[in-house]
């Protein structure tokens, strides 16, 4: 076990609504980076939050968003769902920002229907 | 172009079987390698580093070749219980982004 948790770990959505996903780090983890599954692909770089600011996004609209928390646990909010953002979301925690070994955990697996 | 590119899968051997993954980077300003396992509909794990002299442990080698671009890991006396999509990552030392390949499944036949 990781000592990371996400929930919920599984999620059926309606296109167009909105969704919030949550993870609480690894104790002693002050960076918190979100990843997108999809079915067959390696996971995707959302963003990533150290000590409760943003600190690098990857490739994806904003309608993805996300906070850090002062306990360092962390919010993945993604607005105005499309079927193609049904997925994965994983979390990963990791010591610093250089995320030189991080720590998943199980998922939150996304339906949009 | 991905930045990461694996061998395309799935990998199908008999158990004892040694199997090799090879994996090539773009981007030339990648600082930090490594080899993740995953399990069907489960987190990545972290399977091990690769470091630049290669590195070993226990039936698993990774070697990284900086010149080509190129990152490989091996597995000797496979088991049933290596099953798995082996992901390959690299990662910049700033901005703690990792990068993933898309995955190469094995699978470990009795």
């Known amino acids: 076990e990781t000592g990371v948790t996400q929930s919920p770990t599984h999620l059926i959505k309606t296109r167009g609504q909105q969704v919030t996903l949550r993870c609480s780090s690894q104790s002693g983890h002050n960076t918190v980076s979100w990843y997108q599954q999809a079915l067959g692909q390696g996971p995707q770089f959302i963003f990533q939050y150290y000590r409760e600011e943003e600190n690098g996004r990857g490739n994806f609209p904003p309608r993805f968003s996300g906070l850090q928390f002062p306990n360092y646990s962390s919010e993945l909010n993604v607005n105005a769902l499309e079927l193609d953002d049904s997925a994965l979301y994983l979390c990963?925690?990791?010591?610093?920002?250089?995320?030189?070994?991080?720590?998943f955990g199980q998922g939150t697996r996304l339906t949009v229907v | 172009r991905k930045e990461v590119e694996q061998d395309p899968g799935p990998f199908n051997v008999p158990e004892g079987a040694t199997v090799a993954f090879n994996c090539t980077y773009s981007n030339s300003a990648s600082q930090s390698f490594f080899w993740y396992r995953q399990d069907c509909r489960k987190e990545p794990k972290l399977l091990m580093s690769v470091y630049s002299s290669g590195n070993e442990d226990g039936r698993f080698t990774a070697q990284l070749n900086r010149a080509s671009q190129y990152i490989s890991l091996l597995i000797r006396d496979s088991k049933l219980s290596d099953s798995a999509t082996y992901l390959c990552?690299?990662?910049?030392?700033?901005?703690?982004?990792?990068?993933f390949g898309q995955g190469t499944e094995l699978s470990v036949k009795p």
């Open positions: 990552v690299v990662a910049y030392n700033q901005g703690g982004k990792l990068i």
């Open positions: 990963a925690s990791s010591p610093g920002q250089r995320n030189t070994e991080a720590f």
